[in-house]
C-alpha cells in the first residue's frame, strides 16, 4: 500500500460513485465489521482538515454502528471490480447476516483506525468520525429534493469523518 495526500487518485472515487459504488464499513456493537454499498459521498476540507462524508439511512444497519462507533473507512473497488459483491452488499442487510462472508469479501486492518477496510479494493479512506446529523424533514429547503428521496420519511444522516489516511494499492491503480 501507498499512502497519499487525501485528493490524490479523486477521478478512482467519481467513477465509483457514478457507477458501481464503494463500500462503506462500520463496526457494530461487537466489533463486527459490516460492509455496505455507497453511490454518495464527498471529499472535501471543512474545518481546515481533510473529510469524507457520508449519507447513512435510520433504516440501515451501518446507521446504528456509525453511531456506536469511532471511526469509519471507505474502500474504492477499481471500476468494474468487486462488482458482485457491491450489488450483494448493496441490497442485504448486516442486521440479517454477515455480508462478508456471504459474498466472499475479506478484510484487511486498517492502518490508523480500529475499522477494517475491504481487501483488494484500489483507493482507501479511514476516517475518524467527527460529526454525525440526522436529517429531518423541515431541514430541507428544497422540497424536490424532500420529495424525490424523502417521500417515506426514511432520512439520512449525514456523517463526516476526518481522513486519517488515503492510501492506494499501486497494483490495482494501473
Not at 479523486?10 to 464499513?25: H, Q, S
Not at 459521498?41 to 449519507?55: E, K
Not at 429531518?136 to 469523518?161: C, L, Q, T, W
Given at each position: ?21 464503494a463500500f462503506l ?50 474502500s474504492v473497488p ?64 428544497a422540497p424536490d ?30
Amino acid at each position: 500500500m501507498k499512502l497519499i495526500a487525501w485528493h490524490e487518485h479523486a477521478e478512482l472515487l467519481e467513477r465509483a460513485l457514478v457507477g458501481n459504488g464503494a463500500f462503506l464499513v462500520a463496526r457494530d456493537g461487537s466489533g463486527k465489521a459490516n460492509p455496505m454499498t455507497i453511490g454518495w459521498g464527498a471529499v472535501g476540507r471543512i474545518w481546515s482538515i481533510p473529510t469524507f462524508t457520508v449519507l447513512v439511512r435510520r433504516s440501515r444497519y451501518t446507521h446504528g454502528c456509525l453511531l456506536q462507533e469511532e471511526s469509519f473507512t471507505v474502500s474504492v473497488p477499481k471500476n468494474g471490480d468487486l462488482a458482485a459483491a457491491l450489488d450483494f452488499c448493496g441490497h442485504n442487510s448486516g442486521r440479517d447476516m454477515d455480508k462478508a462472508a456471504a459474498c466472499g469479501i475479506a478484510f484487511r486492518p486498517g492502518m490508523r483506525v480500529s475499522t477494517p477496510v475491504i481487501d483488494g479494493c484500489a483507493l482507501y479512506y479511514e476516517c475518524r468520525i467527527i460529526v454525525r446529523k440526522q436529517l429531518e424533514k423541515g431541514d430541507f429547503s428544497a422540497p424536490d429534493i424532500r420529495e424525490k428521496y424523502y417521500d417515506n420519511d426514511d432520512h439520512h444522516m449525514i456523517v463526516i469523518g476526518e481522513i486519517v489516511a488515503a492510501y492506494v494499492d499501486p497494483a490495482r491503480t494501473g
